[in-house]
């Protein structure tokens, strides 16, 4: 892979392949060759929604996510949102966290991209189907 459209090609036949996406609204600028963003929204077959905002650069055939934010909802409320927000200092993986329903701190997460939350959140609704 060595261009951000190569990448948000890839990104794209993921979703077109996914089991659990529904419709999708995604807007895909490269900003340089090697460097975009996209930004949008996932509605999932169970009818939550995962917003999305990542900005990725390639660098030696390798793409690096340098911010996002991946918010999984309802109509009614948050589920899971993963961000580098460098907001939680307090958090061993700072700047990555992930705040999830139901709990008053975020708690350590990874670096991530669409790919991995898409495969998180694919697991969570086909374990309950």
């Known amino acids: 892979m060595q261009t951000i459209d190569e990448y948000f090609k890839k990104i794209q036949e993921i979703i077109a392949n996914s089991r659990i996406v ?5 807007e895909y600028t490269k900003v340089l060759e090697h460097e975009g963003y996209m930004q949008g929204t996932l509605t999932l077959i169970d009818g939550s929604e995962l917003r999305i905002l990542e900005y990725t650069s390639i660098s030696r055939g390798k793409p690096t996510v340098l911010r996002y934010r991946f918010q999984w909802q309802t109509a009614e ?26 709990e008053d701190k975020p708690k350590p997460s990874r670096v991530t991209s669409l790919i991995s939350v898409l495969k998180e959140i694919e697991a969570e609704i086909l374990s309950k189907g």
Do not use: M
């Open 22 to 26: 529904a419709s999708t609204k995604i």
């Open 77 to 102: 409320e948050l589920i899971a949102r993963w961000n580098n927000a460098p907001h939680h200092p307090e958090v061993e993986s700072f700047p990555h966290h992930k705040h999830v329903k139901g």
